[in-house]
Nanobody, 123 residues
Framework: QVQLVESGGGLVQAGDSLRLSCAASGRTFSRYTASWFRQAPGKERKFVAAISGNGGYTYYGDSVKGRFTISRDNAKNTVDLQMNSLNPDDTAVYYC????????????????WGQGTQVTVSS
């Protein structure tokens, strides 16, 4: 029911900022919780941030709290992730995920996923 496409990844230096965007299909996207996950080489996919359907509630993983901000524009069907003060530990493929019933920090909590976008932070 929902298709997700991430964009905005790239190569940056430590301390820089980057903004990722996830474009979603569907007229009822505002009903869906949306989240960002990331996966480093050889590691499990881990939770980054989540936002409720109307944008009223947000939740962040401990490693990014205070540095990253998740937001959404339901009129445009987009979900963004503003990443500040990046460090090499943030290097990973970043994925957006969504589900109409989800409020979860685990991969199994989401039925719809994007293809991912690479973020590389050099020191």
């Amino acid at each position: 029911q929902v298709q997700l496409v991430e964009s905005g990844g790239g190569l940056v230096q430590a301390g820089d900022s980057l903004r990722l965007s996830c474009a979603a299909s569907g007229r009822t996207f505002s009903r869906y919780t949306a989240s960002w996950f990331r996966q480093a080489p050889g590691k499990e996919r881990k939770f980054v941030a989540a936002i409720s359907g109307n944008g009223g509630y947000t939740y962040y993983g401990d490693s990014v709290k205070g540095r990253f901000t998740i937001s959404r524009d339901n009129a445009k069907n987009t979900v963004d992730l503003q990443m500040n003060s990046l460090n090499p530990d943030d290097t990973a493929v970043y994925y957006c995920a969504a589900d109409v019933r989800a409020w979860s920090t685990v991969v199994a909590g989401y039925n719809y996923w994007g293809q991912g976008t690479q973020v590389t932070v050099s020191s």
